[in-house]
C-alpha cells in the first residue's frame, strides 16, 4: 500500500550529514531541489511516477549527490538536511539548516 501525503508528511524529519552520509555508498541518496515540495518529491518516488520524476531529473530538479556536494559536506559534516525515506531512497533537501 503506498504512504499518504499525510503519513508522508508527518515522517519529514531533519539530519545532520554525517549521519546521512552512510546511505551515500549504497547510493541511496536524492538531492530533491529547493524549489520542489520535498513531501510531493515522496509521494512521486513511493508512485513510482516516471515521467514526472523522469522530467525532475531532466530539469536538475532530483538527483544523486555531485562530487562537490559530497566534497562541500564532508566538510561541515553538522550540515543539517531536511529527509524523508521512501525505501530503498532516502530524500534530502538542503535547506541551508546548521548546528547552533
Same mark, same amino acid.
Given at each position: 500500500? @503506498? +504512504?499518504?501525503?499525510?503519513?508522508? *508528511? %508527518? @515522517?519529514?524529519?531533519? *539530519?545532520e550529514?554525517? #549521519? #546521512?552520509?552512510?546511505h #551515500?555508498? $549504497?547510493g541511496g541518496l536524492?538531492?530533491?531541489? $529547493?524549489?520542489?515540495d520535498l513531501v510531493? *518529491? !515522496?509521494?512521486?518516488?513511493a508512485?513510482?511516477?516516471?515521467a @514526472?520524476i !523522469?522530467?525532475?531529473?531532466?530539469a !536538475? =530538479?532530483l538527483? =544523486? +549527490?555531485s %562530487? ?6 564532508d566538510? %561541515?559534516d553538522?550540515k =543539517?538536511? $531536511?529527509?524523508l525515506i521512501?525505501? +530503498?531512497?532516502?530524500l534530502?533537501?538542503?535547506?541551508g539548516l @546548521?548546528? !547552533?
Amino acid at each position: 500500500m @503506498t +504512504p499518504t501525503r499525510e503519513e508522508l *508528511a %508527518a @515522517t519529514v524529519d531533519v *539530519a545532520e550529514w554525517r #549521519l #546521512l552520509r552512510g546511505h #551515500l555508498e $549504497r547510493g541511496g541518496l536524492i538531492v530533491v531541489d $529547493r524549489e520542489l515540495d520535498l513531501v510531493e *518529491a !515522496g509521494v512521486r518516488v513511493a508512485n513510482d511516477d516516471s515521467a @514526472t520524476i !523522469g522530467s525532475w531529473i531532466e530539469a !536538475g =530538479k532530483l538527483a =544523486k +549527490p555531485s %562530487a562537490e556536494q559530497i566534497a562541500e559536506w564532508d566538510a %561541515a559534516d553538522e550540515k =543539517k538536511f $531536511r529527509m524523508l525515506i521512501i525505501s +530503498p531512497y532516502i530524500l534530502i533537501q538542503d535547506e541551508g539548516l @546548521t548546528v !547552533g
